[in-house]
């Protein structure tokens, strides 16, 4: 048989036995669920790699309740209820999962406010930070994101006056990266002005995720790809992000961007006064800030505007309702002040159903159930050290929490029915609320959440007020893929101006 057959049947006999010992050993051996997911995790590798598993776990859900094994230690639970106790208790640490995002910096590993297992480093890092993510600071950069609005309605208008088809999302993709680039840098990526600007630096970001978000099922892999000390093996990392962020710092302290933070303030401006006020933070750190905004921003809030689109044209009727709202409020300023998007609640509804839809983070939040074990609402016990999480896909469509029809894209469950009392109105909606798990939940809960929410009521409500907006073929579907990010594309819409004439329905 010779040496190498011999040395290929060992390692064959040695992973075949550990498989089968893990599967023994494993405190969800009789949890419902996939016995191959019991046996291996490349089970759950193949599916994220495909970009298929938030539905697969939907599906497994809907078959056997709120509890399903979907690896060797490895859960995924449904019941919202118990969102609280694992995602507000720091004794529930992250997963190995995400030190699969930390960051190789020559041959030092460089964690990150996400990435970071450790709660103390994680508070260190982002409590400095934290106040000017809350909704008011957010505001301070309200005017930097009304540039960008007004160059995206322009765009629009474009393709209204051409009547040729518009890739929508694309172009809110592009409409994210130049908002984001204005508030954290004010200057935008100009993909709007110059779309072929985009590919290196989207196409990238894209990649990273998809290594990120399938490597991360078996974190071991990383170490001989990504993190090889060796050197690296691999599509483009998030270190493309980072060099791009430490760029812009550079710029800034030396002066070479020629920013006048009077004239226009922007969130390194406030990240730069807590590093005066504070001789802790280094310029590491503020790179590490400036990372959040850029890398997650820019995508989710794409994400959420895409989905926002795309169930508004395939529900006219939601669609006509939000312009009939519209219309009947009168606008200061324009672009819309998100102050005065505040006052109507159908647009709230329609964000609030398709993010719950179709959330842009559909994987599973990944804890680790801590050292006293952990007994479940059924009896359940799960050991210390299983893997656990909450997947913000699955618990949106919790059929217990938002109704049999919870699939359904349907903004009015949001609002007070005519025949409802107050007291059952406000209890729906608590529960509902309580389940939202878009942004996640607790100190590890997604910091951007305030600027995110911010740029997507203004937008749709510049958007729907100027525009009427439908899918070139009715009848098809988007194309999405899940890489942590539930990306979207093969929306192609017809754009035309409201006031102009359109084919009745």
């Known amino acids: 048989m010779g040496l190498i057959g011999n040395l290929v049947g060992a390692a064959v006999t040695a992973a075949l036995a550990h498989t089968l010992y893990s599967y023994i050993t494993s405190s969800t051996r009789d949890l419902p669920g996939p016995i191959v997911a019991k046996l291996t995790n490349l089970w759950r590798f193949l599916l994220v790699y495909k970009g298929r598993l938030h539905e697969i776990q939907k599906d497994l859900h809907d078959q056997h ?22 995602y507000a208790n720091r004794s529930w640490i992250k997963s190995q999962f995400y030190s699969v995002s930390d960051i190789r910096i020559g ?4 964690r990150t406010s996400f990435s970071t297992r450790d709660e103390i480093e994680h508070s260190q890092i982002i409590r400095p930070v934290n106040k ?41 993709q592009f409409c994210a990266w130049d ?43 990383d170490r ?80 959420e505007l895409r989905a926002i689109v795309y169930f508004l044209c395939k529900n006219l009727q939601a669609q006509h309702k939000l312009q009939k709202e519209l219309d009947a409020i009168h606008f200061t300023t324009w672009p819309p002040a998100y102050k005065e998007t505040q006052r109507l609640p159908y647009l709230d509804a329609v964000i609030n159903e398709a993010l719950r839809l179709h959330p842009a983070i559909s994987l599973s939040l990944e804890r680790v159930v801590p050292g006293e074990g952990f007994t479940m609402p ?20 919790h059929k217990p929490t938002y109704g049999q029809d919870a699939d359904e894209f349907r903004p009015e469950r949001w609002l007070q029915d005519i025949d409802e009392d107050d007291f059952v109105f406000n209890s729906r909606l608590t529960t509902m609320k309580d389940a939202d798990f878009v942004f996640g939940f607790g100190k590890r809960s997604c910091p951007g ?33 899940n890489s942590w990010l539930v990306r979207q594309w093969d929306m192609d819409v017809v754009v035309t101006r409201r006031g102009s004439d359109i084919d009745a329905d």
């Open 132 to 172: 000017h993510l809350q909704t008011q600071q957010v505001l301070r950069h309200e005017s930097n994101m009304d540039k960008t609005t007004i160059q995206f309605e322009t765009k629009l208008n474009e393709f209204a006056s051409s009547k040729q088809s518009c890739p929508v999302d694309r172009w809110l």
């Open 224 to 303: 001989f790809l990504d993190k090889n000390p060796l050197g690296r093996v691999g599509p483009p990392s998030f270190a493309a992000g980072v060099a791009f962020c430490a760029t812009q710092y550079a710029r800034r302290i030396s002066g070479k961007d020629g920013h006048d933070p009077i004239e226009s303030y922007d969130f390194l401006d406030a990240y730069l006064l807590e590093k005066e006020l504070n001789d802790d933070i280094t310029g590491s750190t503020i790179v590490d800030w400036l990372i959040r905004n850029v890398l997650p921003g820019t995508e989710t809030v794409a994400i």
């Open 449 to 481: 959440r305030s600027l995110a929410i911010i740029e997507i009521f203004k937008i749709v409500a510049a958007m729907y007020s100027k525009f009427e907006i439908r899918l070139v073929d009715p009848q098809k579907k988007w194309k999405t893929k």
């Open 378 to 397: 059924d009896g359940t016990y799960l050991s210390p050290g299983t893997i656990v999480g909450i997947n913000p896909y699955v618990v949106g469509r």
């Open 65 to 86: 309740g709120d509890v399903v094994a979907i690896g060797p230690g490895c859960i995924s639970i449904s019941n919202p209820g118990l969102i609280k106790p694992m």
């Open 179 to 221: 908002i984001m680039g204005e508030t954290t840098f004010s200057t935008g990526f100009d993909f709007l002005r110059d779309s072929s600007n985009f590919a290196d630096c989207i196409t990238d970001s894209e990649r990273a995720h998809d290594y990120f978000a399938t490597v991360g099922q078996i974190p071991l892999i």
């Open 107 to 110: 041959n030092r590993i460089h």
